[in-house]
């Protein structure tokens, strides 16, 4: 089973940047997808980017766009999410996930689904006040 824990949330200003991490252990897989998802009470949880290993593929949330950015580093076993220009619609609660997968062929429909993936962390909280 994966084991994925998230770190870096905290409280920052509107236009502020911030960088959360993703450090997976226990994988048996080279060929996967680690998605960043956030929530909100009262909302569905909502993806915002994903990276492929081996080969970086990236995909990105419209909302996003621009603002954030994925990275992974191979040797930490770790996944970046870096949020600039935050703002406090970005508030919410930040997931990571993985799947296995054996082709990135549609990918860039699948990517957003959280029903996709198999392996969660337990989420840490980003908030932008208003």
């Known amino acids: 089973q994966v084991l994925l824990v998230e770190s870096g949330g905290d409280s920052v200003q509107p236009g502020g940047s911030l960088r959360v991490s993703c450090t997976i252990s226990?994988?048996?897989?080279?060929?996967?997808?680690i998605g960043w998802f956030r929530q909100v009470p009262g909302k569905e949880r909502e993806g915002v980017a994903c990276?492929?290993?081996?080969?970086?593929?990236?995909y990105y949330a419209e909302s996003v766009k621009g603002r954030f950015a994925i990275s992974r580093d191979n040797d930490k076993k770790t996944v970046y999410l870096q949020m600039n220009n935050l703002k406090p619609e970005d508030t919410a609660v930040y997931y990571c996930?993985?799947?296995?997968?054996?082709?990135?062929?549609?990918?860039?429909?699948?990517?957003?689904?959280?029903?996709?993936?198999?392996?969660w962390g337990q989420g840490t909280q980003v908030t932008v006040p208003s």
């Open positions: 996930a993985h799947t296995g997968i054996t082709s990135t062929e549609g990918l860039d429909e699948f990517w957003a689904h959280d029903y996709e993936y198999d392996f």
């Open positions: 226990r994988l048996t897989l080279n060929d996967y997808v």
């Open positions: 990276i492929t290993s081996p080969d970086d593929i990236t």
